[in-house]
C-alpha cells in the first residue's frame, strides 16, 4: 500500500512556464517531507523539504506548499527552465518509529525549450 | 562536499552468482541507507545502518544482506543473484536518519 502517491509518472511544461509537481500522502503520522530530484546515471539530490509545521517553503525558484487536511503537498517551479528536466521524488518521514523517509513512485518532468 | 562513492557504475553478473556492491562515504555520518530504483516504482529502501556493525531491514530485504564494519563503509550483498534483482542500486549516507540524504551515482546490475 503506497503511503506516498505520486500519481502523475509524466509533466511537460514549456520553458519560462511554471511546473507544479503533486504528491498526496495517507499516513497522518507524517510531519516531514522532501523533494529530490534526479538526473538519469546521477543518484538523487536533496531539493528542498517542509516540516507540518508550516504551510510553505521557500528556495529560490523552488517552492514548496504543504495542505495537511488534504495531505497533500506540491512543489512548484517557476520559471522552468531546460536543465529541471529530472525526475522529482517526493518522500516523507512519520514521527516516531525508523524516521526512514517513505519514497513515492517519481514524476518526470520535462521543460521544452 | 560529501562524496558517496560506490564502487561499480555498471555490472554484468550471472544467476546464482554471489554479488558484492561496495559503497564508500567520506563525511563521517553514521547513516548509510541501501536503496534500489525500477521503473514505475521509485525507491525502495532495502537496508540500513545507524552505526557500525548495526543494520536494520528496509522495504526489501529478501534476498539481500548487509556488512557495515567500519564507519566509512556500507556493502550490499546479494547471496545468488536472480534475474528479479536486475536494478539500479544506490547507496545514501546522512548525518540524520530521515534528511540530508547523499546519494552516490548509483551501480546498474544486470544479473543474466
Known amino acids: 500500500d503506497q503511503q506516498v502517491k505520486q500519481n502523475s509518472p509524466s509533466l511537460s511544461v514549456q520553458e519560462g512556464r511554471i511546473s507544479i509537481l503533486n504528491c498526496d500522502y495517507t499516513n497522518s503520522m507524517f510531519d516531514y517531507f522532501l523533494w529530490y530530484k534526479k538526473y538519469p546515471a546521477e543518484g538523487p539530490t536533496f531539493l528542498i523539504s517542509?516540516?507540518?509545521?508550516?504551510d510553505k517553503n521557500e528556495d529560490g525558484r523552488f517552492t514548496v506548499f504543504l495542505n495537511k487536511s488534504a495531505k497533500h503537498l506540491s512543489l512548484h517551479i517557476v520559471p522552468s527552465q531546460p536543465g529541471d528536466s529530472a525526475v522529482y521524488f517526493c518522500a516523507a518521514k512519520a514521527r516516531g518509529g525508523s524516521y526512514i523517509p517513505t519514497f513515492g513512485r517519481g514524476t518526470s518532468l520535462i521543460v521544452h525549450p | 562536499d560529501v562524496k558517496v562513492t560506490q564502487s561499480s557504475r555498471y555490472l554484468v553478473k550471472r544467476t546464482g552468482e554471489k554479488v558484492f556492491l561496495e559503497c564508500v562515504q567520506d563525511?563521517?555520518?553514521?547513516?548509510m541507507f541501501w536503496y534500489r530504483q525500477d521503473p514505475g516504482l521509485g525507491l525502495r529502501l532495502i537496508y540500513f545502518?545507524?552505526?557500525?556493525?548495526?543494520?536494520e531491514k528496509g522495504d526489501i530485504p529478501e534476498g539481500y544482506s548487509v556488512s557495515r564494519e567500519k564507519k566509512e563503509r556500507f556493502s550490499l550483498i546479494l547471496e545468488s543473484a536472480s534475474t528479479n534483482q536486475t536494478s539500479m542500486y544506490l547507496c545514501?549516507?546522512?548525518?540524520?536518519?530521515?534528511?540530508?540524504?547523499?546519494f552516490g551515482s548509483g551501480t546498474r546490475l544486470t544479473v543474466v
Open positions: 545514501a549516507s546522512s548525518p540524520l536518519p530521515y534528511g540530508g540524504y547523499t
Open positions: 517542509i516540516s507540518s509545521i508550516k
Open positions: 545502518s545507524y552505526d557500525v556493525k548495526m543494520k
Open positions: 563525511m563521517d555520518h553514521e547513516n
